[in-house]
């Protein structure tokens, strides 16, 4: 707009440099990186519609949609996801799927990539599930280490089962035909609200019965939401508790129950159960006739090999055992007599050598000798014994001196020290008091202290530091 002043024209055009812009794909990657990892892992719930199968690959994609907000989301199921998934995959199908929401980069398309697929409701059980096997585990009761061996004789097989579905039959009918045992049921309900309590109840019952070696717990097949009973924590922590090793028999193959995990044993049908427990009788016999043919085998070579050692050793003619002995007898005189001779040989010479010796040390010249050496000896020591005496004898003096000293120091410190006491004893002695002018009132032998002891008439001795005065007690006061 021009106001009259100065015509203007436009000015020259800036250029602000500001933050260098995202490529596509690095936009697409960065929301794709935020939506992963705000959302890991989550359950989503809606109908299935635009299914499609991949030609190709055999991966399910479709959109899942609520209908009550009008909202879809795109979801893709893999193949393999697919075939684990228990849901029924068609249009029109309520489902709930677990899975994380993503990005599909290359086409910024947002999607819900599925991992597993479930009918509707099922989602939040099979959560619940998930956490109860986790837990369970991170307590040791899945653990390899804490399974036990199953008996390999067993003597009684306790049963939990329902006592009129098929699994009880077929355990007992698979049994005996194996295996001569007792079978014990405790009959419990396998499904339904009330069947856990009821398991963990017979579970209980079972375990009182006596020579118990074996409990199986099962059931018929039957479909997943069937399984509910064989799921619960309180199940499993009862097979778990069993003082006897515990069999899994819930009749199906698809997964396992938790307490399929928690039993020492799983099996996939009643029928497997019984085998599981329980040896075939006539393999068991085959086996002890085999152990029986061996044993036998093993004694006659045995007993075989022990006579022909004790053939060996039987005993000679004894005339020849005599005659050998008496030329043994002969060698070993004729041994000794030699071996005698000789050491008198030994004892000869060295009883000449000491006769030499005794020939040259003749006691008349060793005398002789020792009587030259005494008398030296004699000459340097008599000297030297009288200086020794008259050095001890002067140090004798001198401790003599030193100890007389000493006792006179002590005994006048003795001295002392008892004239101080005996002062002290003499200021405290009752005599000393009565020189001061006072006296002891004795009544029968005892002094008197308190004049009630005492009645007028009384005859009384009055002890002073010279003499005593006999007294009668004319009056008594009292104080107070």
Same mark, same amino acid.
């Given at each position: 707009?021009?106001?009259?002043?100065?015509?203007?024209?436009?000015?020259?055009?800036?250029?602000?440099?500001?933050?260098?812009?995202?490529?596509?794909?690095?936009?697409?990657?960065?929301?794709?990186?935020?939506?992963?990892?705000?959302?890991?892992?989550?359950?989503?719930?809606?109908?299935?519609?635009?299914?499609?199968?991949?030609?190709?690959?055999?991966?399910?994609?479709?959109?899942?949609?609520?209908?009550?907000?009008?909202?879809?989301?795109?979801?893709?199921?893999?193949?393999?996801?697919?075939?684990?998934?228990?849901?029924?995959?068609?249009?029109?199908?309520?489902?709930?799927?677990?899975?994380?929401?993503?990005?599909?980069?290359?086409?910024?398309?947002?999607?819900?990539?599925?991992?597993?697929?479930?009918?509707?409701?099922?989602?939040?059980?099979?959560?619940?599930?998930?956490?109860?096997?986790?837990?369970?585990?991170?307590?040791?009761?899945?653990?390899?280490?804490?399974?036990?061996?199953?008996?390999?004789?067993?003597?009684?097989?306790?049963?939990?089962?329902?006592?009129?579905?098929?699994?009880?039959?077929?355990?007992?009918?698979?049994?005996?035909?194996?295996?001569?045992?007792?079978?014990?049921?405790?009959?419990?309900?396998?499904?339904?609200?009330?069947?856990?309590?009821?398991?963990?109840?017979?579970?209980?019952?079972?375990?009182?019965?006596?020579?118990?070696?074996?409990?199986?717990?099962?059931?018929?097949?039957?479909?997943?939401?069937?399984?509910?009973?064989?799921?619960?924590?309180?199940?499993?922590?009862?097979?778990?508790?069993?003082?006897?090793?515990?069999?899994?028999?819930?009749?199906?193959?698809?997964?396992?129950?938790?307490?399929?995990?928690?039993?020492?044993?799983?099996?996939?049908?009643?029928?497997?159960?019984?085998?599981?427990?329980?040896?075939?009788?006539?393999?068991?016999?085959?086996?002890?006739?085999?152990?029986?043919?061996?044993?036998?085998?093993?004694?006659?070579?045995?007993?075989?090999?022990?006579?022909?050692?004790?053939?060996?050793?039987?005993?000679?003619?004894?005339?020849?055992?005599?005659?050998?002995?008496?030329?043994? #007898?002969?060698? $070993?005189?004729? /041994?000794?007599?030699? =071996?005698? @001779?000789?050491? %008198?040989?030994?004892? *000869?010479?060295? !009883? +000449?050598?000491?006769?030499?010796?005794?020939?040259?040390?003749?006691?008349?010249?060793?005398?002789?000798?020792?009587?030259?050496? #005494?008398?030296? $000896?004699?000459? /340097?020591?008599?000297? =030297?014994? @009288?200086?020794? %005496?008259?050095?001890? *004898?002067?140090? !004798? +003096?001198?401790?003599?001196?030193?100890?007389?000293?000493?006792?006179?120091?002590?005994?006048?410190?003795?001295?002392?020290?008892?004239?101080?006491?005996?002062?002290?004893?003499?200021?405290?002695?009752?005599?000393?008091? %009565?020189?001061?002018?006072?006296?002891?009132?004795?009544?029968?032998?005892?002094?008197?202290?308190?004049?009630?002891?005492?009645?007028?008439?009384?005859?009384?001795?009055?002890?002073?530091?010279?003499?005593?005065?006999?007294?009668?007690?004319?009056?008594?006061?009292?104080?107070?």
């Amino acid at each position: 707009m021009n106001d009259g002043s100065t015509p203007t024209g436009p000015g020259p055009l800036r250029v602000v440099q500001g933050p260098k812009p995202l490529t596509v794909g690095e936009l697409n990657r960065t929301i794709k990186g935020s939506i992963e990892e705000k959302f890991p892992s989550l359950w989503v719930e809606g109908e299935i519609t635009a299914l499609k199968v991949s030609a190709g690959t055999g991966h399910l994609y479709f959109d899942l949609k609520d209908d009550r907000e009008e909202a879809r989301v795109a979801c893709v199921l893999w193949k393999g996801a697919a075939a684990k998934s228990r849901a029924k995959l068609a249009n029109g199908e309520r489902v709930q799927l677990k899975g994380r929401p993503t990005l599909y980069a290359p086409r910024g398309q947002y999607q819900f990539t599925a991992e597993l697929a479930v009918p509707a409701g099922a989602g939040a059980a099979a959560a619940a599930l998930a956490a109860l096997k986790e837990r369970l585990a991170a307590e040791g009761l899945f653990a390899p280490e804490r399974k036990r061996a199953l008996p390999r004789y067993p003597r009684v097989i306790g049963v939990v089962t329902s006592a009129s579905g098929a699994a009880f039959h077929d355990i007992c009918r698979a049994v005996h035909q194996r295996w001569p045992v007792r079978i014990v049921l405790a009959p419990s309900l396998v499904q339904g609200a009330d069947a856990p309590a009821q398991i963990v109840k017979a579970l209980a019952a079972i375990q009182r019965v006596r020579r118990l070696d074996v409990v199986i717990v099962g059931r018929g097949g039957g479909a997943s939401e069937d399984l509910a009973a064989f799921n619960d924590e309180r199940v499993a922590r009862a097979i778990a508790a069993c003082r006897v090793p515990v069999v899994s028999a819930v009749g199906h193959e698809v997964d396992h129950t938790v307490a399929d995990l928690v039993a020492d044993r799983r099996a996939s049908t009643p029928t497997m159960a019984a085998e599981f427990c329980t040896p075939v009788f006539a393999d068991e016999r085959g086996r002890l006739d085999d152990l029986r043919a061996r044993m036998t085998k093993a004694m006659h070579f045995k007993v075989s090999r022990l006579t022909v050692t004790l053939k060996r050793r039987q005993l000679r003619d004894p005339h020849r055992q005599i005659n050998d002995a008496r030329m043994r #007898l002969d060698d $070993l005189a004729r /041994r000794a007599d030699e =071996a005698m @001779r000789a050491k %008198l040989r030994g004892h *000869g010479a060295t !009883l +000449d050598r000491a006769e030499k010796s005794l020939a040259t040390a003749h006691p008349a010249a060793r005398l002789k000798t020792d009587a030259a050496k #005494l008398a030296a $000896l004699d000459v /340097r020591i008599t000297p =030297a014994l @009288r200086r020794a %005496l008259e050095r001890r *004898g002067l140090k !004798l +003096d001198d401790h003599e001196a030193r100890m007389a000293r000493a006792v006179a120091q002590r005994i006048e410190r003795e001295k002392q020290k008892l004239g101080l006491v005996a002062g002290r004893l003499h200021a405290l002695s009752p005599v000393a008091i %009565l020189a001061r002018g006072y006296g002891v009132v004795l009544h029968e032998g005892r002094a008197l202290t308190d004049a009630e002891t005492v009645h007028a008439g009384d005859t009384v001795t009055v002890r002073l530091h010279a003499g005593e005065l006999d007294a009668r007690v004319e009056r008594v006061r009292t104080q107070g």
